[in-house]
């Protein structure tokens, strides 16, 4: 099993930056893609970001790249999201989630997910 928390989120302006950190704990030995993934109300959970745990290769979603930097740190077992000039379509619920294979962009290859974040930004 593999425990995912996330931390940050919250309330900014069109034009602004957020932090969201995901700590894991577990068995993450396992773990081969971590991701971020959101969904906007009434939408349908949709791929951000994602990390290879081992490698360190990082792969965005078309709308956030270069704007959003997915990070990780090994010994800390934890997973970053740094979110600049963010827009209002950024606003959405953040999860969190694990992988031990598959495709990196798909929820369906990932087994362990975090309750989610709040992000909202304002126009």
């Known amino acids: 099993q593999v425990q995912l928390v996330e931390s940050g989120g919250g309330l900014v302006q069109a034009g602004g930056s957020l932090s969201l950190s995901c700590a894991t704990s577990g068995r993450t030995f396992s773990t081969y893609w971590m991701g971020w993934f959101r969904q906007a109300a009434g939408k349908e959970r949709e791929f951000v970001a994602a990390t290879n745990w081992i490698r360190g290769d990082s792969y965005y979603q078309d709308s956030v790249k270069g704007r959003f930097t997915i990070s990780r740190d090994n010994a800390k077992n934890t997973v970053h999201l740094q979110m600049n000039n963010l827009k209002p379509e950024d606003t959405a619920v953040y999860y969190c989630?694990?992988?031990?294979?598959?495709?990196?962009?798909?929820?369906?290859?990932?087994?362990?997910w975090g309750q989610g974040t709040q992000v909202t930004v304002s126009s």
């Open positions: 989630a694990a992988s031990r294979g598959g495709s990196y962009s798909s929820p369906l290859s990932y087994g362990y």
